[in-house]
């Protein structure tokens, strides 16, 4: 511009300026490059030549700690090996000499007297002359066959025991509503003996607790009245009284166990004596005479015959048999079973059934390994429990679950 003739002075000045402004925005971009570039470089070697190593050399020192720290855990591990091995050696050398104890005649003893029931064997049968008149009373067999259709019998080395039934007949009301009768009269003679020999001592130790706070409370007692700015002697009377009314009743409760405990001893059979055997589950009681059935049956000359003697006593015996044993109404049906086998009912009590047979199950197994089914309104009765497979209506009405 300024070698044109054709601009002006003033043009060429402007021309001037812009254009040195330009070369100063050119200088200091070039200078805040340089400076940019150079703290750039510095970074980037402090970041390959002294960040980067240092990361690296830690990552190695806690490597290297690493190790030394799993060679004393191998060491330690060894160590605490080395010291239990002669433990674990005294334990094995106990299970041998365990092992070695075992005295399989007391271990076996020790179940049956934790499981005996103390059911006396029956006796023998007595031979009954059939040629002969027979003057017979209605004994209890002869009222259960005719009346205990459908019940089963216990069986004891194949022989039915009679007597064993209105035992379990009796309690079957407290079985049903699922309380336990308070002298465990639903369990068999010696574990109903177990039973209350427990309770006299669980008794007797609640007996011991009152009798030690009774004293503990009679020395506060004389503690207050030789220092009565400690208490007052008179608040501790009314639970003194507590704990005396509390002793009482459980000495009451003891005698009551106690004599029941003292009535099944009684009843129990005298270990060794083998000879004594009887066909009853207890001693055979021999029932009262009966005179008031028969005054007024008298014969013209003012005596009963023995027939109408004999026909009275079977009157009281059935009317007795009736309202302790058969006042119950049919059991409603809890589910269904299918037969799983054959099993021939030989026993009374017992129902036949065929393989794949589907009746109506109406008394749960009690844990004595039986079931009570239903074929139909006249056939009913007992079967084993793994003779089939059961199932059971929850909604239905007594249904229950024994464990």
Request: net charge negative; hydrophobic share 30%.
């Amino acid at each position: 511009m300024d070698a044109d003739i054709n601009v002006t002075k003033a043009d060429v000045e402007k021309a001037r300026q812009q254009a040195q402004i330009r070369h100063q925005m050119a200088e200091d971009s070039k200078a805040d490059y340089s400076s940019v570039l150079q703290r750039f470089n510095h970074e980037q070697h402090e970041y390959y030549y002294t960040h980067i190593p240092n990361i690296f050399q830690k990552i190695q020192e806690m490597e290297e700690r690493r190790i030394v720290r799993l060679g004393d855990s191998m060491k330690t591990y060894a160590e605490v090996d080395r010291q239990v091995i002669p433990i674990i050696g005294k334990c094995l050398d106990g299970i041998v000499k365990a092992a070695e104890s075992v005295d399989q005649k007391n271990d076996s003893q020790l179940v049956i007297e934790a499981y005996k029931s103390g059911f006396e064997p029956p006796g023998d049968i007595e031979f009954e002359d059939y040629t002969q008149p027979m003057k017979r009373t209605v004994s209890e067999n002869s009222l259960s066959n005719s009346r205990g259709e459908g019940k089963p019998e216990l069986k004891f080395g194949g022989k039915s025991k009679g007597k064993l039934w209105p035992f379990i007949k009796k309690n079957k009301l407290s079985l049903k509503l699922g309380a336990t009768p308070e002298d465990f009269s639903n369990l068999p003679p010696e574990q109903r003996r177990k039973k209350l020999q427990q309770k006299v001592d669980e008794l007797n130790k609640e007996i011991q607790k009152e009798m030690d706070q009774r004293d503990a409370i009679t020395k506060m007692k004389d503690v207050y009245l030789k220092n009565p700015q400690m208490g007052d002697p008179a608040s501790l009377d009314h639970k003194l009284t507590e704990v005396s009314q509390n002793i009482e009743k459980l000495r009451l409760e003891v005698q009551k166990f106690e004599a029941w405990l003292a009535e099944v001893e009684g009843r129990l059979p005298a270990r060794g004596e083998q000879a004594r055997r009887q066909s009853g589950l207890y001693d055979t009681q021999t029932p009262p005479p009966v005179t008031n059935c028969a005054q007024d049956r008298e014969s013209p000359d003012g005596s009963y015959t023995e027939d109408q003697s004999q026909e009275s006593e079977v009157k009281v015996l059935a009317t007795d048999f009736d309202d302790e044993f058969d006042d119950e109404e049919p059991l409603p049906a809890i589910g269904t079973c299918k037969a799983l086998y054959t099993f021939e009912g030989q026993n009374e009590g017992t129902i036949s059934v065929a393989e794949g047979e589907t009746l109506y199950v109406i008394e749960e197994d009690k844990g004595d390994g039986w079931t009570r089914i239903r074929r139909n309104e006249d056939e009913e009765g007992y079967v084993p429990t793994s003779y089939v497979e059961v199932y059971l209506d929850k909604h239905a009405k007594g249904a229950k679950t024994y464990i």
